[in-house]
């Protein structure tokens, strides 16, 4: 069992910046897809940015290219999500996702369905 604690949620301005946080901890796989996604009130669950543990390889939503940044710190075990110049519209319950199966990331744009692990979540909320 994989288990995910986001943190690092909040309240900030429009172009303000934020760091969410993802310990990974539990059984050890030797790699992962890593993801973010989000969920805004009345919309659906949405992919924000993965990361492949195994070579560093990164993706992100048009969304939010060019503002946000997915990394890891495998002494660390931990997941984090740079989000800069944040917009109303980022607005969202953010989560932690880890699939261990996966080898990569050709297939991006993923789905929560192909996530077996999920944090709790963790708040962002931005204001105008």
């Known amino acids: 069992q994989v288990h995910l604690v986001e943190s690092g949620g909040g309240s900030v301005r429009a172009g303000g910046s934020l760091r969410l946080s993802c310990v990974v901890s539990?059984?050890?796989?030797?790699?992962?897809?890593m993801a973010w996604f989000r969920q805004a009130p009345g919309k659906e669950r949405e992919g924000v940015a993965a990361i492949y543990t195994g070579d560093g390889s990164t993706h992100y939503a048009d969304p939010v290219k060019g503002r946000f940044t997915i990394s890891q710190d495998n002494a660390e075990n931990t997941l984090y999500l740079r989000m800069n110049s944040l917009k109303p519209e980022d607005t969202a319950m953010y989560y932690c996702?880890?699939?261990?199966?996966?080898?990569?990331?050709?297939?991006?744009?993923?789905?929560?369905?192909?996530?077996?692990?999920w944090g709790q979540g963790t708040l962002v909320t931005v204001s105008s």
């Open positions: 539990g059984y050890t796989y030797p790699t992962y897809v």
């Open positions: 996702a880890a699939d261990p199966f996966t080898k990569g990331l050709a297939a991006y744009p993923f789905t929560e369905a192909e996530f077996p692990y």
